[in-house]
């Protein structure tokens, strides 16, 4: 049963536009929304989160919008740069627990 | 300043082996958690250790066992290889206490194939 769902495995965009990354859940007990990046051969990396009671949050390029009614998240990402390129996960997490739910990605390129 | 480092980088067993991962958590960190991340999928949460004990442990069958040393460093067993097995093995750590999000840091990953 996969509670956290990223529907598009792969997005292409051209560099300078907007890139954005979709992410849908089923579990109405999760809090805490994050986002990881992760390149070929390394660990994910952190990218921007949000908190269950917030709708929006944003740093720098990056904002990650969320509409609990919809159980839907998306992470924006203007604009898109070359080095942008890389396969982007969605995780959530269930009040007082450090578990983290895993989408199973979008792979996104970025075209100079 | 290191971050989280894992060993060996890759792996091959074959079935029916047993294998140890190994996991140092970035300085300054307490708690280790693992992850399979099978192909084309996202991590998969196998369990946490802070303390060195057992804190969550995801839908994982008791042959994959762990440990944490005093050094706050983890080992992660998996005994009776399957093919299924065969992933990478993620590796975060993080501390304990940082408010509403202990943010984990990801290592590389050990690279398992189970022929």
């Known amino acids: 049963d996969q509670q956290v769902k990223q529907n598009s495995p792969s997005l292409s965009v051209q560099e300078g536009r907007i890139s954005i990354l979709n992410c849908d859940y089923t579990?109405?007990?999760?809090?805490?929304f994050l986002w990881y990046k992760k390149y070929p051969a390394e660990g994910p990396t952190f990218l921007i989160s949000i908190s269950s009671i917030k709708d929006k949050n944003e740093d720098g390029r990056f904002t990650v919008f969320l509409n609990k009614s919809a159980k839907h998240l998306s992470l924006h990402i203007v604009p898109s740069q070359p080095g942008d390129s890389a396969v982007y996960f969605c995780a959530a997490r269930q009040g007082g627990s450090e578990k983290l739910v895993f989408g199973k990605g979008t792979k996104l390129t970025v075209n100079p | 300043d290191a971050g989280v480092t894992q060993s060996p980088t890759h792996l091959i067993k074959t079935r029916g082996q047993q294998v140890t991962l190994r996991c140092s958590p970035k300085s300054g960190h307490d708690t280790v958690s693992w992850y399979q991340q099978a192909l084309g999928q996202g991590p998969q949460f196998i369990f946490q250790?802070?303390?060195?004990?057992?804190?969550q442990r995801g839908n994982f069958p008791d042959r994959f066992s762990g440990h944490q040393f005093p050094n706050y460093s983890s080992e992660l067993n998996v005994n009776a290889l399957l093919l299924g097995d065969s992933a990478l093995y993620l590796c975060?750590?993080?501390?304990?206490?940082?408010?509403?999000?202990?943010?984990?840091?990801f290592g590389p990953g050990t690279r398992l194939t189970v022929l």
């Open positions: 250790y802070y303390e060195e004990e057992e804190r």
């Open positions: 975060a750590s993080s501390l304990k206490g940082q408010g509403v999000w202990n943010e984990q840091f």
């Open positions: 579990n109405s007990m999760f809090d805490y």
